[in-house]
Nanobody, 119 residues
């Protein structure tokens, strides 16, 4: 099965930066078959929401509040997707999950990494 492992979360002050990384692995992994990779955030009492996504060929999309502050990237050779987060705000606090979706609709999820932004 496909496994996604996130890293890079932590506690930062407002205005600071963090870089999250997600590495895919698995004995039968075909990373190119995962058409869309993305980062999704869930805060207590709130629904999970999309933060940023990137396709296999590098087309990106962002949540409006994150556009200009966050940058998503994908390295197919390294089977990795990253999220560079700058100018962090308290509202950015939450558990960030790495997710992938194949063209056939199969979904894969990591266990999440905690991001806490203090004011």
């Amino acid at each position: 099965q496909v496994q996604l492992v996130e890293s890079g979360g932590g506690l930062v002050q407002a205005g600071g930066s963090l870089t999250l990384s997600c590495v895919a692995s698995g004995s039968d992994l075909n990373f190119n078959a995962i058409d869309v990779m993305g980062w999704y955030r869930q805060a207590p009492g709130k629904q999970r929401e999309m933060v940023a996504t990137i396709t296999r060929r590098g087309r990106t999309t962002y949540k409006d509040s994150e556009k200009g502050r966050f940058t998503i990237s994908r390295d197919n050779a390294k089977k990795m997707v990253a999220l560079q987060m700058d100018s962090l705000e308290a509202e950015d606090t939450g558990i960030y999950y790495c997710g992938g979706k194949s063209a056939k609709g199969y979904e894969y999820w990591g266990q999440g990494t905690q991001v806490t932004v203090s004011s």
